[in-house]
């Protein structure tokens, strides 16, 4: 009857009535979580925006990261072919344009 009376009791949530009255954890951790909480709400309220940049700024990095390790990749390919065909007897008089050339259709799955 007593809480009929009284508006501003709420019920437990859920977790609480879980962890701390059914398992039976100590209560010092539910006022250290619930500290943690508060000072973990106002923290995001007051830096929402820096917040919202870092998120596009790391989702920018996740989206364009394979796509640098691709490129850098090929030209690591294209370099070690250069050399390669450089080396081999048969293509000493080609100049550095047809011997990139080759080294590119090489790296893109052509043969010589």
Not at 2 to 19: A, R
Not at 24 to 31: A, E, K, N, S, T
Request: charged share 25%; aromatic share 10%.
């Amino acid at each position: 009857m007593t809480n009929d009376k009284n508006p501003q009791k709420k019920p437990l949530p859920w977790w609480v009535e879980l962890l701390f009255v059914q398992i039976g954890l100590p209560d010092r951790w539910l006022r250290s979580f619930l500290k943690s909480r508060k000072r973990a709400n106002i923290f995001l309220s007051t830096h929402k925006r820096d917040i919202g940049k870092l998120g596009i700024l790391i989702i920018a990095l996740v989206y364009l990261y394979p796509i640098i390790n691709r490129a850098k990749l090929h030209n690591t390919c294209i370099y070690d072919s250069k050399r390669i065909v450089k080396s081999t007897k048969g293509n000493q008089g080609l100049n550095e344009r047809e011997i990139r050339a080759l080294a590119t259709n090489f790296c893109n799955g052509g043969y010589q």
